[in-house]
């Protein structure tokens, strides 16, 4: 709570709102050729269904630090495309590349098609057309096919990393580490959609912010692990409070956190905060083996029809609770405060 009014909750979330993230960004690059060299070997697919052929690629290519897996059929390889995604694909059949199975969530081969002849343009326009990659020549030498299966294999360990990282950061931005609950970008990018939602179906909607009374004593007497412990214990209590995938929490920062409540008239929304504040104060903590009286305050904002042509109707919200958190500290803490607009 600060000297104008406003608790840290809305400062701070109007401060970073619109802000991009990643000021601290690390250097990708690096993170990147870390990755990579710490990755398994590429798998690779050979779907060659001449066996000289299949037998003497497959001896080139198993000297090129991959995992080869070579089959004589579209449809052996299929079934193996369905259970396990390869890296990289080598194969002389349009109509398996026609038929590579399409995985939205996981990787694409690296799809190289065999050709007759380097220089055959119509085959390249062909194998690309039905969704190649690259071409390869049956008789293609030495030097030229490790170039290729060397661009092939690094394009398919990039493509790896990528979405490693992809599906982390989306991890790491949608919960807060410690606690387990959305985070504040989570909370910053689904709020609003949760007001328009109200909006366009004529729904109540109510919003709590609660912040954890005199939470800086806890880390300066107990230490910081067990402030650590006690957040997430809070958290826990909160859950359970609360309705099973309709109403969710998320970390605002530090001890404060929010509760939003979708469906909820103002009337259930003071009941739900008055069991949460209840719930906190109603039974001591345990942190580091020490019993830990927790209070905390409650600030509620509650709409009983959100409107639809009304702007920064978010920004009301946010406003309107924060000021009732304010009321609730501002008087005594351990308290449940209810707004509206």
């Not at 060659?48 to 052996?76: G, I, K, M, P, Q």
């Not at 495309?81 to 939205?104: F, N, Q, Y």
Request: charged share 30%.
């Amino acid at each position: 709570m600060d000297a104008s009014g406003q608790t840290t909750v809305m400062r701070r979330f109007l401060e970073q709102r619109g802000t991009a993230h990643g000021e601290n960004l690390r250097d990708t690059t690096a993170n990147l050729a870390v990755m990579v060299r710490l990755m398994p070997p590429p798998r690779l697919l050979l779907v060659l269904a001449e066996a000289s052929l299949r037998d003497a690629f497959s001896h080139r290519l198993n000297s090129a630090l991959l995992e080869v897996d070579a089959v004589a059929d579209d449809e052996t390889a299929i079934a193996m495309l369905e259970l396990d995604p390869c890296h990289i694909l080598v194969t002389d059949s349009l109509d398996l590349v026609r038929r590579i199975p399409a995985h939205p969530d996981e990787r694409h081969p690296v799809v190289l098609v065999l050709i007759d002849k380097g220089d055959d343009e119509t085959q390249r326009v062909q194998a690309v057309q039905a969704g190649a990659d690259d071409c390869i020549a049956r008789d293609v030498r030495e030097e030229e096919l490790r170039g290729r299966i060397g661009l092939a294999r690094r394009i398919a360990e990039l493509e790896t990393v990528l979405r490693q990282t992809l599906t982390e950061n989306r991890r790491l931005l949608a919960l807060d580490e410690l606690t387990g609950v959305a985070s504040q970008s989570f909370f910053e990018q689904h709020f609003p959609r949760e007001v328009e939602r109200a909006a366009r179906y004529a729904r109540p909607l109510a919003l709590v912010l609660c912040d954890i009374d005199h939470f800086k004593r806890v880390n300066d007497t107990h230490g910081h692990a067990a402030g650590d412990e006690l957040l997430r214990q809070f958290c826990a209590r909160l859950r359970n409070c609360l309705r099973t995938n309709v109403d969710w929490i998320a970390r605002l920062g530090g001890e404060e956190f929010s509760v939003v409540l979708p469906e909820t008239s103002q009337e259930a929304a003071m009941l739900v905060a008055r069991k949460l504040r209840a719930a906190m104060s109603g039974q001591p903590f345990t942190v580091e083996g020490a019993a830990v009286d927790v209070t905390a305050s409650f600030g509620i904002c509650s709409i009983e029809l959100v409107p639809s042509d009304q702007p920064k109707i978010t920004e009301r919200l946010l406003r309107a609770a924060d000021a009732a958190l304010y009321r609730s500290k501002n008087a005594g803490r351990n308290r449940v405060t209810l707004t509206s607009i």
